[in-house]
C-alpha cells in the first residue's frame, strides 16, 4: 500500500487483484466460511481494498458505492460462483472426481421443480458436513434456472450463473 499510494486508480486495482485476492480465493470451492462473523471478516478485507483503490478514507464514503463503481462482486458471490463451476466440471467429467459416488439424480416426483438437470438434496446431521462442499453446492445448484443447468459449455454456464445469482 506504501509503495502504490500514488499510483493511478487502474494500478492499485490490478495489484489487489492480482496479488491480494488470489490469496483471499485460494480454496474457496472447498473451504468457504459459513458462519455470518467469518463471512464478515473476510469481505472487509475487500472493503478495505476498495477505500484504498480509490483513496477515499472518510467516514462519510460509503464503501458499497465504492464496490459498485469499481464493479467488484462481493468475495461471497465469487465463492458461490466458483463452487457452482467446479459442480459443473465434476457433472460433466471434466475433472477427476466420478461424481456418482457423490451425487444423485433428484428422485422423479409429481413436483413443479423436478428436472432430470437438478441434483438430489443431501441431508447432513450435522452443522460441519451441511457447510461442506457438496451439500451446499447442491442447493445453489437446483436453485438455478434449467436454462442455466444445461448449458452447453463451462463458459456459457458461467455466465448464466453471473446471471442468476
Known amino acids: 500500500m506504501r509503495n502504490l499510494r500514488s499510483c493511478p486508480v487502474r494500478i492499485r486495482e490490478q495489484a489487489y487483484i492480482s496479488l491480494v485476492r488470489p490469496h483471499l480465493e485460494y480454496c474457496s470451492t472447498i473451504w468457504s466460511p459459513h458462519s455470518k462473523k467469518d463471512i464478515t471478516k473476510v469481505e472487509s478485507i475487500q ?28 468475495l461471497e458471490w465469487r465463492r458461490h460462483a466458483a463452487s457452482l463451476a467446479m459442480l459443473y466440471k465434476i457433472q460433466h467429467n471434466m475433472v477427476a472426481i466420478n461424481a456418482s459416488d457423490y451425487l444423485a ?57 453471473s446471471s442468476s445469482l
Not at 484504498?52 to 464496490?67: I, K, N, P
Open 47 to 74: 472493503r478495505q481494498a476498495a477505500r484504498f483503490v480509490l483513496q477515499r478514507y472518510q467516514r462519510r464514503d460509503s464503501v458499497t458505492s465504492m464496490l459498485q463503481e469499481l464493479q467488484w462482486k462481493s
Open 105 to 161: 439424480p433428484m428422485i422423479t416426483s409429481s413436483t413443479r421443480n423436478y428436472h432430470p438437470s437438478k441434483l438430489k438434496k443431501i441431508t447432513s446431521r450435522t452443522q460441519l458436513y451441511g457447510n461442506s462442499f457438496f451439500p451446499r453446492t447442491v442447493c445453489l445448484w437446483n436453485s438455478l434456472p434449467v436454462v442455466v443447468l444445461t448449458a452447453p459449455t463451462l463458459e456459457v454456464f458461467r455466465g448464466g450463473v
